[in-house]
């Protein structure tokens, strides 16, 4: 299929890169800017589609020509190696070695096990048989007050309870006729921890009151969207979302906006049980 290919030929771009450019910038930002993808949710496309996080393939990766370095030079040593491959120390170099191949990098360099170094560096690509209900629909525009969370993707509830607070105390956006969204800046699979942001937000239709919560006004835009809806708990929401990266999107011959995906939460805890919840995954289309 013309679409799958034109998508395949772009992430081959980028793979191509990353081999061409081990001591380089390989972030996020500079491979979605090879790709032409979107940064918001080039992460999230990258794994899906090659099977495994950017940073884990760019480091698989440095180990792999770590690995033809030590074996082809005899006479190099493993710190000029380790510091080649982009870590900081011997050491770091040694753990992440062992983790790899099962075995220390100076053993490798005295017994090569290319069957070993062959079968670590199978990239675990997905099958494509995968169906799923997407809807592209036209989104219109909602201002909405937000709580920002920043931290662990754990402490969340502790966000969302005080936003909760916030919509009893102000009658701002009440939940019975008030929509309730959440944002995710980044994806809590690869994110550091204490990096991590999220915004839970309520429809509003007049201006956030001041308040002592850190509750603001934002604005969600309108737009083409895919949507997906999830049913279950939403800490298996990642379930429902992989697969329109992986599955849908190579197919489907339309581009992401450079916007973070968003929830529409359909369901009220604990009026309904986890297992019975929905929320419809929205994913911005240019």
Same mark, same amino acid.
């Given at each position: 299929?013309?679409?799958?290919?034109?998508?395949?030929? @772009?992430?081959?771009?980028?793979? #191509?890169?990353?081999?061409?450019?081990?001591?380089?910038? $390989?972030?996020?930002?500079? $491979?979605?800017?090879? #790709?032409?993808?979107?940064?918001?949710?080039?992460?999230?496309?990258?794994?899906?589609?090659? %099977?495994?996080?950017?940073?884990?393939?760019?480091?698989?990766?440095? *180990?792999?020509?770590?690995?033809? @370095?030590? #074996?082809?030079?005899?006479? /190099?040593?493993?710190?000029?190696?380790? $510091?080649?491959? %982009?870590?900081?120390?011997?050491?770091?170099?040694?753990?992440?070695?062992? !983790?790899?191949?099962?075995?220390?990098? &100076?053993?490798?360099?005295?017994? =090569?096990?290319?069957?070993?170094?062959?079968?670590?560096?199978?990239? =675990?690509?997905?099958? !494509?048989?995968?169906?799923?209900?997407?809807?592209?629909?036209?989104?219109?525009?909602? !201002?909405?007050? #937000? +709580?920002?969370?920043?931290?662990?993707? %754990? *402490?969340?509830?502790?966000?969302? @309870?005080?936003?909760?607070?916030?919509?009893?105390? &102000?009658?701002?956006?009440?939940?019975?006729?008030?929509?309730?969204? /959440?944002?995710?800046?980044?994806?809590?699979?690869?994110?550091?921890?204490?990096?991590?942001?999220?915004?839970?937000?309520?429809?509003?239709?007049?201006?956030?009151?001041?308040?002592?919560?850190?509750?603001?006004? $934002?604005?969600?835009?309108?737009?083409?969207?895919?949507?997906?809806?999830?049913?279950?708990?939403?800490?298996?929401? /990642?379930?429902?979302?992989?697969?329109?990266? !992986?599955?849908?999107?190579?197919?489907?011959?339309?581009?992401?906006?450079?916007?973070?995906?968003?929830?529409?939460? +359909?369901?009220?805890?604990?009026?309904?049980?986890?297992?019975?919840?929905?929320?419809?995954?929205?994913?911005? +289309?240019?």
């Amino acid at each position: 299929m013309p679409t799958n290919a034109a998508y395949a030929k @772009r992430f081959d771009a980028v793979l #191509a890169h990353i081999d061409a450019n081990l001591d380089g910038d $390989l972030s996020v930002k500079a $491979l979605s800017e090879v #790709a032409n993808f979107s940064a918001f949710h080039f992460h999230r496309q990258f794994k899906a589609y090659v %099977g495994v996080p950017v940073a884990r393939y760019v480091q698989l990766m440095r *180990l792999r020509r770590a690995a033809q @370095r030590l #074996a082809s030079a005899a006479n /190099g040593s493993v710190l000029d190696v380790a $510091l080649d491959a %982009g870590f900081e120390s011997p050491e770091a170099f040694s753990r992440a070695f062992r !983790r790899a191949f099962g075995m220390a990098p &100076s053993h490798f360099r005295q017994n =090569p096990n290319w069957q070993v170094w062959s079968a670590v560096f199978v990239v =675990p690509y997905f099958s !494509r048989s995968f169906i799923m209900q997407v809807q592209i629909v036209e989104f219109a525009e909602v !201002r909405v007050a #937000a +709580l920002e969370h920043c931290g662990p993707p %754990g *402490l969340i509830n502790e966000s969302v @309870r005080k936003f909760i607070d916030w919509r009893v105390q &102000s009658g701002q956006s009440p939940v019975s006729s008030s929509r309730t969204f /959440g944002i995710p800046y980044g994806n809590p699979d690869v994110t550091p921890p204490d990096e991590f942001r999220f915004a839970i937000c309520g429809e509003i239709h007049e201006a956030v009151a001041p308040n002592s919560y850190g509750v603001r006004e $934002l604005v969600i835009p309108g737009g083409r969207c895919a949507v997906v809806r999830h049913v279950g708990s939403t800490d298996h929401i /990642g379930e429902s979302i992989y697969p329109i990266y !992986r599955d849908w999107l190579p197919t489907s011959g339309e581009e992401l906006r450079d916007q973070p995906m968003f929830f529409h939460y +359909l369901s009220v805890y604990p009026e309904t049980p986890q297992d019975q919840w929905q929320t419809d995954i929205y994913i911005p +289309l240019a």
